[in-house]
């Protein structure tokens, strides 16, 4: 629940209120505003009504979370929240375009990549070290060596990384390496990774799960939100549908449907959405106009030698184009290139 407390609430009555919420086992929430001190109690329902908070003189309303999800809702925050990724910032009225390959293959592979992604102006560079494949004898990356590879291009050009994280494990060796993780689609309710990327304070980006309700989505997030990391960006990649002509089923209602539900930053991925290099420039310029606030794509300095996700990945060529085209659908969104 939401407690909203009375304009000349002081500090010592939100406290007395916060003992009280913890006192029961509930999870406490402090949230000052300019002009009223706003507090939270999350936890079990019973508990919660039965603590008749409504009863201290100093609050003056009390509102429930009617959302499943909770701290990620906008009940909770109606302003849109800002992640910070490296030098940028993912939200706030930036379009952010990360890009890169699939996966990293090696030191020529991931600089000659990266280069490309500077030089057309994108923000940020991503790269798989560790792969999770549907076939076992497929690439399944370069794991640790991969993240150095990645971490060297990312510093000689100057654009934040991001990779994807795939064990709990991994957490203290990744951390340095890279300024942002990836939950991807298959591990998107693996709850023992979201907990330990919660624990950290590492800028995750959280992608659906192929089967994944937006509800399932944003309970996802609010794992790793409820373990404090509230540096989340939602990613909706496609689900999976009767539809074969595509890879997966680009889901944009879900992106529109978000920004109204969650105050966290929504970005798509038109690469695995699609599934075809032809469909990622208009898939992605559908991102802007239904509210996205920036673009994962994969591109590739020789698509046709890559190692995984050849055939969606852009070249030079074509990711020079996305981004000349993506620049008026952007400022017609009233947004800026981060
Ligand atoms: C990826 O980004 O390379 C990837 C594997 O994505 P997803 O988890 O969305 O399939
Ligand atoms: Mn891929």
Same mark, same amino acid.
């Not at 009223?36 to 979370?65: F, S, T, Y």
């Given at each position: ?31 000052? +505003?300019? #002009? ?18 409504? !009863? ?35 939200? +706030? ?27 057309? +102006?994108?923000? +940020? ?130 992106? !529109? ?23 990622? !420039? ?48 952007? #400022? ?7």
């Amino acid at each position: 629940m939401i407690i909203v407390l009375k304009p000349q609430a002081t500090e010592a009555d939100a406290k007395e209120i916060l003992n009280k919420i913890e006192s029961v086992n509930l999870t406490p929430l402090y949230m000052p +505003g300019t #002009e009223r001190i706003v507090l939270g109690a999350l936890g079990d329902e019973r508990v919660l009504n039965g603590l008749n908070i409504q !009863a201290h003189p100093m609050v003056e309303n009390v509102k429930p979370i009617l959302s499943s999800y909770k701290q990620v809702s906008r009940e909770m925050q109606s302003h849109d929240s800002q992640v910070s990724f490296g030098n940028t910032v993912i939200g +706030g009225g930036n379009f952010t375009v990360i890009a890169g390959p699939c996966a990293v293959e090696n030191r020529e592979q991931i600089f000659q990549s990266a280069a490309i992604v500077k030089k057309y +102006g994108a923000q +940020g560079l991503r790269g798989g070290a560790f792969k999770p494949r549907t076939s076992p004898y497929s690439f399944q990356g370069l794991e640790e060596e991969g993240l150095k590879l990645l971490q060297e291009a990312s510093k000689e050009y100057g654009l934040p990384c991001v990779t994807e994280i795939v064990d709990p494990n991994h957490v203290d060796m990744m951390e340095d390496y890279v300024d942002a993780f990836q939950v991807g689609a298959r591990n998107m309710q693996n709850f023992k990774l979201l907990k330990a990327v919660g624990q950290s304070q590492k800028p995750t980006i959280l992608k659906r799960g192929m089967s994944a309700t937006i509800e399932e989505l944003l309970l996802a997030a609010e794992y790793i939100y409820a373990e404090g990391n509230k540096n989340v960006v939602i990613c909706e990649r496609g689900i999976r549908t009767y539809e074969k002509a595509t890879r997966n089923t680009l889901d944009l209602n879900a992106v !529109a449907y978000i920004k109204t539900k969650s105050h966290l930053p929504v970005i798509v991925d038109p690469s695995h959405g699609t599934g075809i290099r032809e469909l990622v !420039a208009p898939m992605a310029k559908a991102a802007v106009a239904c509210g996205a606030d920036g673009v994962i794509v994969e591109a590739h300095y020789n698509p046709q030698i890559a190692l995984s996700d050849g055939q969606q990945s852009l070249d030079e060529n074509d990711f020079s184009k996305l981004m000349s085209e993506l620049k008026p659908f952007i #400022e017609a969104a009233g947004k800026r290139i981060a």
